[in-house]
């Protein structure tokens, strides 16, 4: 197990939730205001970034939960 997995967890959710709430916002037109800098890359490179934070989240969290010990190889 990893000695941070608690640390990676955190980081796997808040990447998981500004991603999807970004996702969600940029459809009606808003955006979070740190987040702007993305729309000014472009709207594809917007979006590609945005699910790249989506999906990184979601690796983050299942590689800090799963317990590497107990794994059959």
Known sequence: MFK???TLTVIGFVL???GLVSL???FV???IFFL???YE???GISIFVRLLM???GIILI???QTDWEQEEI
């Open 54 to 56: 989506i999906i990184g």
């Open 16 to 18: 998981l939730f500004l």
């Open 29 to 31: 037109g808003v955006d």
């Open 36 to 38: 702007t800098w993305l």
């Open 62 to 64: 299942y590689l800090a």
């Open 24 to 26: 969600l916002l940029n």
């Open 41 to 43: 890359l472009g709207v």
């Open 4 to 6: 941070h997995s608690t």
